[in-house]
């Protein structure tokens, strides 16, 4: 559903904001009031290319902005997936926007972030139907036929084309796998001997080996400074001959211990320096330690050096760019061996993963396609009776399936044929109907499937009478289980509307248009004016 759309300096509309309601909504006004400019809002979106004259006098700019629903279906369209990396953390909506500069130049955003003017676009025209240029477009691709009758046929075949899809890419994946382990025999030696190389260069590798040996080799070379250090300190605080801190510490608590029983007070000082000299002694104590442990083994430096050396080697020859990495390709490594020591052939376990997956993928086409010749002609029936109902004729309408080579939409491809008139040979809908009748048949075929947003800016070209009231009931249909937008001038349409918008030129320097959302009362205003004012409406007898 597109629930918010808003424009700024477009042509003649300075600012405006529309919240659209689920069902169905009416945009009116007079003739050259700016109802259209809305359509072309619409049509930046869906890619129709920009043009500096688009640009109202409000500024050097022109934007727009839609606020839609997000599917999950479109979420996780693979088409799609370079958008849905832009995609905010727990956002739930889509939010598409194209900006027009002054030298004709756009910019196309999702979410406020910079874009792809093809993949806004082709998100765009997933969610929003329109009329005109862009449904000719659409109902000439044998792929949106395709979604138009399976969303006829249930919730049950939408589950089966997600069933398919992902039976295809787990297909794609098998077949990969079993291309890279048997494209040749050299290619298996090879891989099996970088196999045994890789467990074997990491063998005694641990978690922590890479930075423990790098702290020790940090420790071995400066092992002259830290002996030097630890030296002095310890005999500073100890030596072996004559009085250290510790010694003088000690020689302090002497004087003071004999005063304690004359002045109490002195007892927290002696207490003190007891405990002072304690720890000084321990301290080097612990330097001695120290100092002992300095005393590395010969050639300890060289070894550490070594395996650092043969750590950095790994990670290159394996193309790891990190040690965690290289430790997870060695393990894996060691599972794949120890798999081929126990008989395990990798190439016939692909051979056999690469079968399932085409029986797998081959049951649920066949489900599929089933299904789909299944709905063909009710779908079919149901279409042809919307046309003739909104003045199309006989409504004469097929669908045809043909098979194809399977893919992530099965192995059907659709088409759907009309004939307008009598004696006429059937055609394919998007040669066969133009301007308001194309409008007429995308309303008839939504009427039936339901879907997306439909939005209609000609859909009252040439008709009036009973065959608006036809249009205007399919329009209420078809705004029961979808969005619909409809631009119109026939109030039998306008009446129908869950909410109802009014564009209106405003004069002034410059004169711009302002588009507001009606009151009852406003709407009743609205249809008096479109049925031609109180002067029109007093000549009626």
């Given at each position: ?17 529309l919240e659209l309601a689920p069902g ?381 080579d399977a893919g992530p939409a099965g ?86 509307a869950d909410r109802h918008f009014r ?39």
């Amino acid at each position: 559903m597109l629930r918010r759309l808003r424009i700024e300096n477009l042509v003649l509309i300075r600012a405006a904001e529309l919240e659209l309601a689920p069902g169905l909504n009416a945009i009116t006004g007079e003739t050259g009031a700016g109802k259209t400019i809305l359509a072309q809002a619409i049509g930046l979106l869906l890619g129709a290319k920009g043009d500096a004259s688009f640009l109202g006098p409000a500024g050097e700019e022109a934007y727009v902005e839609a606020e839609l629903d997000l599917p999950t279906a479109l979420a996780d369209d693979d088409a799609l997936a370079a958008l849905a990396e832009l995609r905010p953390e727990d956002e739930d909506g889509l939010v598409l926007a194209r900006r027009v500069f002054g030298d004709g130049r756009t910019r196309a955003y999702a979410w406020g972030r910079a874009a792809a003017r093809e993949d806004v676009a082709a998100a765009g025209e997933r969610l929003i139907a329109m009329s005109g240029q862009f449904e000719q477009r659409r109902l000439a691709r044998p792929a949106y036929q395709l979604d138009v009758l399976d969303r006829f046929a249930g919730d049950d075949q939408v589950r089966r084309r997600a069933d398919v899809r992902t039976a295809w890419r787990e297909l794609q994946q098998a077949r990969r796998r079993h291309e890279e382990l048997s494209a040749n025999a050299a290619h298996a030696e090879a891989r099996l001997a970088e196999l045994h190389a890789l467990a074997e260069d990491t063998r005694g590798l641990e978690p922590d080996t890479e930075d423990a040996l790098r702290d020790e080799r940090e420790r071995l070379r400066h092992l002259t400074e830290l002996a030097e250090g630890a030296a002095a300190a310890a005999s500073a605080l100890a030596p072996d001959d004559g009085d250290g801190a510790a010694g003088l510490v000690a020689l302090a608590e002497r004087a003071v211990a004999p005063l304690e029983r004359l002045a109490p007070e002195l007892q927290r000082a002696g207490d003190e320096l007891r405990d002072a000299e304690l720890r000084l002694r321990e301290t080097a104590s612990e330097l001695h330690s120290f100092l002992a442990s300095l005393e590395a083994e010969p050639g300890r430096l060289e070894h550490v050096e070594s395996e650092l050396d043969r750590i950095a080697e790994a990670k290159r020859r394996f193309r790891c760019a990190h040690y965690p990495e290289l430790l997870a390709r060695a393990a894996a490594a060691r599972t794949e061996l120890d798999a081929l020591e126990d008989g395990h052939d990798p190439v016939a376990a692909a051979a056999e993963a690469l079968a399932a997956a085409e029986q797998k993928l081959a049951v649920l086409v066949a489900e599929l396609s089933e299904a789909r010749r299944a709905a063909a002609a009710p779908f079919a029936d149901a279409v042809a009776a919307e046309l003739h109902d909104i003045g199309m004729g006989e409504g004469e309408f097929r669908v045809e399936l043909r098979e194809r080579d399977a893919g992530p939409a099965g192995m059907d491809e659709v088409a759907f044929l009309i004939r307008p008139n009598a004696g006429l040979p059937f055609a394919p809908v998007a040669e066969t109907a133009s301007g308001g009748e194309l409008s007429r048949v995308a309303l008839a075929i939504a009427a039936v499937a339901g879907g997306e947003t439909m939005v209609f800016d000609e859909i009252d070209a040439g008709i009036g009478g009973e065959t608006a009231n036809a249009v205007g009931r399919a329009l209420r249909r078809l705004a029961e289980r979808a969005q619909v937008v409809t631009i119109t001038h026939l109030p039998q349409i306008a009446s129908l509307a869950d909410r109802h918008f009014r564009v209106e030129k405003l004069p002034g320097d410059p004169t711009h248009a302002r588009i507001d959302l009606l009151r009852e009362d406003e709407r009743r205003a609205e249809f008096e004016r479109m049925l031609g004012g109180q002067a029109f409406l007093a000549t009626v007898r």
